[in-house]
């Protein structure tokens, strides 16, 4: 009977180290597993930003043919700065994706529509282009509280009207609609720029209708809160 309960002991001990192997293999399988997971993600991340650079990069010559005569981008001056334009310098400003893409494909103000002299893989190329390398002057402005609420009071009694920002839609939907701010944000010398200028039959000037202190307020705090 002992020489029966020490064979059965062994054979209990023997199992339990054959289960501990099993559970350790089972863990270094796991940990494999993980790694290689990530291995395979990274590897699709690269992919995926590779052919983005390659899009971007197919996206240049498109805006060179079809833009660059109006709009300035990577500090490339596309007509001299002492014309009074509305074209936005493209440096200047940040505009995200969808907006871009709208752009191009119906036109806006004094542009007009190139969806149907470039194929669909030149237009996806010049979107990702503009959207990748605008905004190269666009940068937060250094402002504190109080300049920016009186920054925003200016922009209710004046911009709100046209103008959509911080999720808030223009409040005269039956107006000619401004920029909307949502969707594009400027730096503080563009925003500065057009509120001394103006735009003819479109915008009023503010030369003389606001103080130097209220153009730069209005101008940090469309800066800070556009493009959200």
Not at 70 to 77: D, K, L, P, S, V
Not at 99 to 128: C, L, N, Q, W
């Amino acid at each position: 009977m002992v020489a029966t309960n020490e064979g059965d002991g062994r054979v209990r001990r023997a199992m339990a180290c054959v289960l501990l192997l099993v559970l350790a293999l089972a863990g270094c399988g796991s940990d494999n597993s993980k790694d290689d997971q990530a291995a395979a993600a990274a590897a699709r991340a690269r992919a995926k930003a590779a052919q983005h650079a390659r899009l971007v990069a197919a996206g240049r010559p498109v805006f060179q043919k079809k833009c660059a005569l109006c709009h300035t981008i990577e500090g490339r001056i596309a007509h001299p700065t002492f014309i009074e334009s509305t074209i936005p310098n493209l440096d200047e400003v940040k505009p995200r994706a969808e907006y871009v893409r709208e752009r191009v494909e119906i036109g806006g103000m004094d542009m007009p529509t190139i969806k149907g002299e470039i194929s669909a893989h030149e237009f996806d190329a010049v979107v990702a282009y503009v959207t990748e390398v605008s905004g190269s002057r666009v940068t937060e402005p250094e402002a504190d509280a109080r300049q920016l609420a009186m920054g925003r009071g200016v922009f209710e009694g004046h911009c709100a009207a046209c103008h959509a920002i911080s999720g808030r839609r223009a409040t005269n939907d039956g107006g000619i609609p401004g920029t909307d701010f949502n969707r594009v944000k400027p730096n503080e010398a563009f925003v500065i720029r057009q509120a001394l200028r103006g735009i003819t039959d479109t915008m009023p000037s503010y030369r003389g209708k606001l103080t130097r202190a209220q153009l730069h307020a209005v101008a940090a705090y469309i800066t800070t809160n556009a493009g959200e």
